[in-house]
């Protein structure tokens, strides 16, 4: 074996095993809002990496002083079984076939590319321990599901997301709460541009968190569900964007 080959192999080995971690932590967040609400349900490969609270020294170099600081608890809480009937249920309901050919892709689109890095950014949301960073990571998933657009991002953003949640087959919103879901979105994407351009910490609440974690599962979900029905590019999704919007648009105006 030539030098650095092992190193280089397991390298890739890793990087396959993420990308199954980080779509089981997608599915946990779509089948268990519930715990996002807390931040503190994580995913983890081997739970021998997991800690207990404990204590630590903590050197404050401007002060010149040293003090005793708590590490969060992050104890082993259950165990999230993959058995082959949940495999099936994921077959059956969630395109896992779908998932696993875009995975084994050598040659991807650019809408397939746009699906790993969206399971990639909820996986890394979902083991993040600081709400407002877990909070901007989730709407990293989300963004990177948004045909883009340099010259108006925002409306881009709340226009496909709203679309994508309340259009796609699955059905997550009555479509009669298009706007209310659209008001919500616009809220938590302003929260998040705080976060981003003013230092805005500490300030995620919990239902905030787990909102944006819901819209970003049900966003994937809804992207590999385009997937399935042929969808293989940014411009045939705003395409259906900018039709369906036009819709609410038109019907929000007769009222």
């Given amino acids: 074996m030539a030098l650095g080959e092992k190193d280089h192999a397991e390298l890739l080995a890793r990087e396959k095993v993420e990308e199954a971690l980080n779509f089981i932590r997608f599915m946990f967040c ?16 081997d739970i021998s990496t997991i800690q207990e609270s404990g204590c630590f020294l903590q050197r404050n170099v401007e002060s010149n002083s040293t003090s005793l600081a708590y590490s969060s608890s992050k104890k082993a809480r259950g165990i999230f079984p993959i058995t082959k009937e949940n495999v099936d249920i994921w077959k059956e309901c969630y395109f896992l076939d779908s998932l696993s050919a875009i995975m084994r892709c050598s040659s991807r689109t650019e809408w397939e590319d ?8 909820i996986g890394e949301a979902q083991y993040e321990w600081g709400t407002d960073v ?16 340099k010259e108006k991002v925002t409306e881009s953003v709340l226009k496909g997301t709203s679309v994508l949640i309340v259009y796609t087959g699955y059905r997550f919103v009555s479509i009669t709460e298009f706007w209310s879901i659209y008001k919500r ?15 805005l910490s500490r300030q995620v609440m919990p ?7 819901q819209y970003a599962s049900w966003m994937i979900l809804a992207a590999i569900g385009l997937y399935s029905q042929g969808y293989r590019k940014f411009e045939q999704v705003q395409e259906q964007i900018d039709r369906l919007y036009s819709i609410e648009k038109e019907v929000k105006g007769k009222k």
């Fill in 114 to 121: 746009a699906i790993l890095t969206s399971i990639h950014w």
């Fill in 30 to 45: 779509y089948v268990n809002p519930k715990y996002v609400f807390s931040n503190q349900w994580k995913i983890y490969y």
């Fill in 134 to 149: 877990a909070f901007w990571k989730y709407w990293t998933a989300i963004e990177s599901l948004i045909p883009p657009n």
């Fill in 207 to 213: 239902d905030e968190l787990r909102d944006v974690c």
């Fill in 185 to 199: 979105i616009e809220d938590l994407y302003d929260k998040r541009s705080r976060i981003t351009h003013s230092g």
